[in-house]
């Protein structure tokens, strides 16, 4: 059974940093990519980061572009969100995802239950 359980949400104020991390097991992930998508209230589910197995392709929202960064642990079977100089508008429940290949888009294989990010004023 698949499972990618994430963890390191929670309360921070805007400007402040998060990392989230991700565990998946069940299955080697090796030639999937992995990564994050986020749903805020009210809106659509929406990406927000994916890396490659090898960790050489790595793509980025615009609006996280140069604030977040993803990284992976093949060995651990880990993807972790660095989140910097966190935005009002990062607030959401972010989600983990892992799809066969090197994108994540546009829908992945599997996903995380979702750990929610509140950043306050």
């Known amino acids: 059974q698949v499972q990618l359980v994430e963890s390191g949400g929670g309360l921070v104020q805007a400007g402040g940093s998060l990392r989230l991390s991700c565990q998946a097991s069940?299955?080697?992930?090796?030639?999937?990519?992995m990564g994050w998508f986020r749903q805020a209230p009210g809106k659509e589910r929406e990406f927000v980061a994916s890396?490659?197995?090898?960790?050489?392709?790595?793509y980025y929202s615009d609006s996280v572009k140069g604030r977040f960064t993803i990284s992976r642990d093949n060995v651990k079977n880990t993807v972790s969100l660095q989140m910097n100089s966190l935005k009002l508008e990062d607030t959401a429940v972010y989600y983990c995802?892992?799809?066969?290949?090197?994108?994540?888009?546009?829908?992945?294989?599997?996903w995380g239950q979702g750990t929610q990010v509140t950043v306050s004023s």
């Open positions: 995802a892992a799809k066969s290949g090197v994108f994540l888009t546009p829908t992945p294989e599997y």
């Open positions: 069940g299955r080697t992930f090796s030639n999937h990519a």
């Open positions: 890396t490659s197995w090898s960790g050489n392709v790595r």
